[in-house]
């Protein structure tokens, strides 16, 4: 099996490369290879995460990991604040590649495969979680795109995404390629966009409330099409393109014969073809300096088939008057000059004092990002 198709069948399996030119170094040496802007300091904040994915923030700096195909979830504690977490409670194992988290009035959501499930009072029984109750289970059981983002809206309801199961296809139920909402205790399920070919990162932009989405574009477009997309979803029923048009402006040529790009909601900004934006955060927190506040960091896992790789960096979104004006480098260096994948960001997630987290399930660590540099 060549390269190319072997890391193929690894990303329909579980989502994740790990690149058999990489040789594994320890997450001191990673670090000591990132790059920053001048003032910033990264350093470990949690490691021996084997695939670590979604984060998200619970009560007391509680931080809560999600996990891909190995079926953990983490609850992180830095107790003595001295930015490293040194407490980690597994709260659930053996789940199906519980990827997203989300936690909201003391109970923790899980997002698996094709349910999402709660532990209740969850703050309280870190050491001996509850069994997970079911919220929800009627979504697809497909492992291709099948990993799901999961958050808590501004409405108070759970939302996440249902991938396309496959790289390309019309798929024959309208639930694929979708995102979704539902309420906490599972009722009034509701698509509320299509189009979508596989989303891993959303967040809600500070003022606004408007929902911002990342979406993966599809393969064997060659290395530079289609972009990458970041998405605005305005209203119920709004069609984002897959599998007919892509970025806004391609025609896709095996379905989109007699489609016109106009007809969808086209992208708020386009990414590089292939970095793959992951996990999406705008910053709110105010310990960076002002030209990060309510701006948007975005994970930019990496591409896996093309030639010349490209992505394995955080990327900051700029936004003006409400609209993405520019892009430019945050964190890079998880990519070598040779083309070596020393790790993959996944998601980001600022602390209550305004440092930032960015999860890697390359290398199955959490690094934290603070201003000003530590002296």
């Known amino acids: 099996m060549n390269k190319t198709k072997s890391i193929g069948l690894a990303v329909l399996l579980s989502g994740v490369v790990f690149p058999a030119c990489a040789r594994q170094q320890t997450p001191e040496q990673v670090i000591a290879k990132l790059h920053a802007p001048p003032g910033f300091t990264i350093s470990l904040y949690a490691s021996d995460l084997p695939n670590v994915r979604s984060l998200a923030l619970g009560d007391n700096g509680v931080v809560f990991a999600g996990s891909g195909v190995s079926g953990k979830v983490y609850a992180l504690q830095d107790k003595d604040n001295d930015g490293r977490a040194e407490t980690r409670d597994v709260i659930a194992e053996d789940l199906t590649m519980p990827n997203g988290v989300a936690f909201w009035q003391g109970t923790l959501y899980v997002a698996e495969i094709s349910r ?81 070919r596989n989303t891993v990162g959303f967040d809600w932009q500070p003022g606004t409330d408007t929902l911002f989405f990342s979406d993966n574009g599809r393969d064997y477009l060659g290395d530079d099409l289609p972009p990458e997309e970041l998405n605005r979803w305005s209203q119920v029923g709004e069609h984002f393109g897959y599998p007919y048009c892509h970025g806004g402006e391609v025609i896709d040529p095996e379905y989109g014969n007699g489609k016109n790009c106009a007809d969808y909601t ?12 992951l996990g999406i955060r705008f910053y709110r927190g105010t310990q960076f300096p002002a030209h990060y506040h309510n701006q948007l960091f975005v994970a930019q896992h990496g591409s896996w088939n093309r030639s010349e790789p490209d992505g394995y960096r955080v990327a900051l979104v700029s936004f003006k008057d409400g609209k993405a004006v520019s892009e430019e480098v945050f964190i890079d260096g998880w990519l070598t000059r040779d083309e070596t994948v020393l790790g993959r960001p996944v998601d980001l997630l600022t602390l209550p004092d305004g440092s930032l987290l960015i999860s890697d399930d390359h290398l199955g660590v959490i690094y934290r990002v603070q201003y000003p540099a530590k002296k």
């Open 116 to 196: 999402i499930v709660r532990f209740d009072a969850i703050l309280q029984h870190l050491q001996k979680p509850p069994k997970p109750v079911t919220v929800y289970d009627k979504l697809p059981t497909d492992k291709h795109h099948g990993w799901k983002y999961l958050r808590i809206g501004p409405d108070g309801k759970l939302y996440t995404a249902v991938g396309a199961p496959c790289n390309i296809c019309e798929p024959e139920k309208p639930i694929y390629a979708s995102l979704v909402r539902v309420n906490t205790d599972g009722s009034d399920f509701e698509i509320i966009a299509r189009g979508i």
């Open 266 to 277: 086209p992208p708020a900004w386009k990414f590089k073809a292939h970095v793959a934006p």
